[in-house]
């Protein structure tokens, strides 16, 4: 399994007139823990674009268990828990204070630009071959 | 089951650098037929916060079987299903030119201004005991 | 003088916890009334950039008067005060039940896509030389 | 002269289909430096509003140099130049590899809960006393 940690800071552009913040912007912070794992992996996401990969969302799901704030220091841990096939997903697990207050996924598939489906890139298989042999 | 119509048109803050719209921006426009799903049962959201309601998100998914580009007009559905309980759950449908390009839902409490699960409006109830009966 | 005039509904995504919306949301409306005003002079900007047009922001400034709410329909007015040079500006004044609330300018140029500037496509040049003459 | 001094990387949900940083996303940037300023004169914008006390903007302004990208790492420098009196306002200066790529300001009032302007907070005048005497 791979895991990174990223922090965010909930900005008050995320926040909404409930004084929380808005649903909506958690799969951005999201985006920033799956960016981290990637760059954790030696992949980053902006190299693999130069590379003419994309990895469009095909599916995610988040779970509010508690609220948070505005300047909430938000822990985000970031899960790939099986090795990727055609398609394969990131978990997440959302903590302020050691608390866990959210979590989800999100499901990935490679496609090239135009947005057809193709075989992930050789440098991301070898290296999670090695993490998950 | 009650189902409201609405259209959005995509914007160009809404997309990204894939040349299509960002996959958390969906949240938004659920919200949007959310909204116009209340109005058209003449119970607007707007009107709840005031009598001191509130209505987090509990929980959402969204599945994307297709991309959304800069100034598509998508038409919205949103379903209310059942009779509502202490949890409610409002699905919706995206299409683009009657192609179902994905779908979704949002998971619902209501609470009070704190946060703390409340029973849903007496209007609120009324009305839709009427629809489901 | 060329005038187009949009609604906007202000959505919950756009509130912030201060319960007035954001105000970097309101470039986001600038841009949906500026979409509107090429729609009306009959060159809509998706044409624009499928012909390998941009037109990237230079300069941008907004002025607050009195905030805005959730579910506030916004009425914007859009001007194109001056026949375009190699930039033009683009005013904008929001209205709220007829009182003017916000006003703002972007400032803007023609690029290809690679970001140079070039001439402004020649559609474009003889609709407005037709109005500002 | 007040300064300090930010890192934000830009996100794939802030670019837009021009391959850059949507524009009004920039005001976002401007806050995140903003807070970064209060916490380092050691008031918080957080506590700020606890006392009752809201930091709403009048007025904003930006310009675009050069675009920038995502997984940019922005440096962004805010300043306050004079002392604060019924308004004041904050500047930015927006680097990527030591490069000026934006610059901008916010203009600001102290205003209580219901958006009436009120004396800035005792503690943040002293503070600041101290440093533009």
Redesign the interface.
Known sequence: MIVSNSIIRV???E??????A???????WF??AR?HLLDSLGI???KL?EQGY?L?????????KQ?VH??DNIEIKAFLKEMPTVRFTINYELYVESHLVSTGY?CHAFTNIT?QPIKPPEIFMIKLKNIFK
Chains 1, 2, 3, 4 share one sequence.
């Open positions: 900005r008050y552009a926040t909404d007139m409930m004084g929380i808005y649903y909506g912007n958690y799969f951005t985006e920033v960016i980053p996401y902006r674009e994309r469009p969302v095909l599916e995610t799901k988040a779970v509010y609220s505005f300047d999100t947005g």
